[in-house]
């Protein structure tokens, strides 16, 4: 599974763990499901586990604060890249220019709308997939 796929994916995402297994690096592990339209049930389906091997930042907000700006521009449902956004204007204005590790024009902008959280995630790196079985 490649990220192209995930941003096509339709449903509800649950932030199981954030963690950075080495340094510098981060894993998300997120639950996904979805309603079954003809039962009426939510079906649960595999966990998916994001492996950024670097990153620039990382935050993670409460759902209940998070603000929707129009000027923003993203593509992908659950599982965002975004093109325009004031995290990421506020990163590339926060950090020092390193060329010798991540350029800032090569910022990526992933976002994670989770139900409770919003996790945002600036890296050069697109990340690693797995999925992971019930």
Same mark, same amino acid.
């Given at each position: 599974?490649?990220?192209n796929e995930l941003m096509k ?51 993670? &907000?409460?759902?209940? /604060?998070?603000? $929707? %700006? ?5 593509v992908g449902e659950m599982f965002? +890249?975004? #093109? ?23 910022? &990526?902008?992933?976002? /994670?709308?989770? $139900? %409770? ?10 990340? +690693?997939? #797995?999925?992971?079985?019930?």
């Amino acid at each position: 599974m490649d990220f192209n796929e995930l941003m096509k994916w339709k449903g509800y995402i649950y932030l199981e763990e954030i963690v950075e297994p080495e340094e510098n690096s981060l894993r998300l592990l997120i639950n996904r499901s979805k309603i079954n339209n003809v039962t009426d049930t939510v079906e649960y389906l595999s966990m998916i586990q994001l492996d950024f091997e670097t990153y620039v930042s990382y935050s993670v &907000i409460n759902e209940a /604060f998070d603000h $929707l %700006d129009n000027n923003e521009t993203s593509v992908g449902e659950m599982f965002r +890249i975004y #093109t325009k956004s004031n995290y990421l204007n506020f990163i590339q204005l926060a950090t020092t220019e390193r060329d010798d590790i991540c350029a800032s024009k090569n910022y &990526i902008h992933y976002q /994670f709308p989770c $139900l %409770d959280h919003i996790i945002d995630v600036i890296s050069c790196d697109k990340p +690693i997939i #797995t999925v992971v079985p019930i």
